[in-house]
């Protein structure tokens, strides 16, 4: 992807987001999502803050009262331009992730080449520029999702930022079947997710190692079906494991102990 695409893909997110956020009246937006403690509003606020701290405007000088949904130091970082924000009315907030997401787009499409291979920080160490737009627009679409979810407007999953997404969790899926479930040496794990784009992605360790393989083998340890959605539920920590497993959401051929296995570890966001 070039990244004029990459950008492309930012300016489609936000402007979804927009979209469909729109008409939304108090009850919609003070409405509980499946991301913990947050609101839909909620939601907007911690992109709002995200694009800010990049533009370099300084986080409120705030200390939110209960910190007791978040898990480390940048969920607790997340919380503050979160909390800081959640007495405003919605309409305030998606007013000013208007105006961040303009300063924020006009300064991408003045990037140069160089720009976009230049080194920063990420939420995930160090790495490029590119890598962290990447991450954003990942980050932008799992809260488009949350609201999607949490107010019954189903869509953003299929297309560009849709195909960006899973491509985020592809990478993620040697990670979550070596390192997290400690799937054994010599065995494959081959997902199965269904949708507008049907993929199989098959996942084998070697040496110790996981990494994609390219092709799927004949007969893996172990074969995990799920949709799209439920995918990335659990990829995100969205939904629990558990509970997904009994609704039957997830399908197994082979293994189904590691199969399990698998889909409780599956979720790698920090």
């Given at each position: 992807m070039?990244?004029?695409?990459?950008?492309?893909?930012?300016?489609?997110?936000?402007?979804?987001?927009?979209?469909?956020?729109?008409?939304?009246?108090?009850?919609?937006?003070?409405?509980?999502?499946?991301?913990?403690?947050?609101?839909?509003?909620?939601?907007?606020?911690?992109?709002?803050?995200?694009?800010?701290?990049?533009?370099?405007r300084?986080?409120?000088?705030?200390?939110?009262?209960?910190?007791?949904?978040?898990?480390?130091?940048?969920?607790?970082?997340?919380?503050?331009?979160?909390?800081?924000?959640?007495?405003?009315?919605?309409?305030?907030?998606?007013?000013?992730?208007?105006?961040v997401?303009?300063?924020?787009?006009?300064?991408?499409r003045?990037?140069?080449?160089?720009?976009?291979?230049?080194?920063?920080?990420?939420p995930?160490?160090?790495?490029?520029m590119?890598?962290?737009?990447?991450?954003?627009?990942?980050?932008?679409w799992?809260?488009?999702?949350?609201?999607?979810?949490?107010?019954?407007?189903?869509?953003g999953?299929?297309?560009?930022?849709?195909?960006?997404?899973?491509?985020?969790?592809?990478?993620?899926?040697?990670?979550?079947?070596?390192?997290?479930?400690?799937?054994?040496?010599?065995?494959?794990?081959?997902?199965?997710?269904?949708g507008?784009?049907?993929?199989?992605?098959?996942?084998?360790?070697e040496?110790?190692?996981?990494?994609?393989?390219d092709?799927?083998?004949?007969?893996?340890?172990v074969?995990?079906?799920?949709?799209?959605?439920?995918?990335?539920?659990?990829?995100?920590?969205?939904?629990?494991?558990?509970?997904v497993?009994?609704?039957g959401k997830?399908?197994f051929?082979?293994?189904?102990?590691?199969?399990?296995?698998?889909?409780r570890?599956?979720?790698?966001?920090?």
């Amino acid at each position: 992807m070039s990244h004029r695409q990459l950008v492309d893909n930012m300016e489609r997110v936000w402007q979804t987001i927009d979209r469909l956020c729109t008409g939304f009246g108090e009850a919609e937006w003070k409405t509980a999502t499946d991301c913990p403690g947050w609101s839909v509003q909620d939601q907007i606020s911690h992109i709002v803050g995200s694009e800010s701290g990049i533009l370099g405007r300084p986080d409120p000088d705030h200390t939110p009262a209960d910190l007791s949904h978040t898990k480390n130091d940048l969920g607790r970082r997340n919380e503050v331009v979160v909390d800081w924000r959640r007495s405003w009315p919605g309409a305030r907030v998606l007013e000013e992730f208007r105006e961040v997401t303009t300063e924020r787009m006009a300064a991408l499409r003045a990037m140069t080449a160089d720009d976009f291979e230049a080194k920063t920080q990420t939420p995930v160490g160090p790495g490029s520029m590119r890598m962290y737009i990447a991450i954003r627009i990942f980050d932008a679409w799992v809260h488009e999702q949350d609201i999607r979810r949490a107010l019954d407007l189903p869509g953003g999953l299929d297309g560009p930022v849709a195909d960006h997404a899973m491509s985020r969790i592809v990478l993620a899926l040697p990670y979550i079947v070596g390192k997290k479930a400690q799937a054994q040496d010599g065995s494959s794990v081959v997902f199965e997710v269904t949708g507008q784009t049907p993929l199989t992605l098959p996942i084998g360790v070697e040496r110790g190692r996981a990494r994609a393989l390219d092709a799927a083998p004949d007969k893996p340890t172990v074969r995990v079906r799920t949709d799209f959605e439920t995918f990335a539920c659990l990829a995100c920590g969205r939904w629990d494991p558990g509970e997904v497993l009994a609704s039957g959401k997830v399908a197994f051929e082979g293994d189904r102990e590691m199969g399990e296995t698998v889909v409780r570890q599956m979720n790698f966001m920090i």
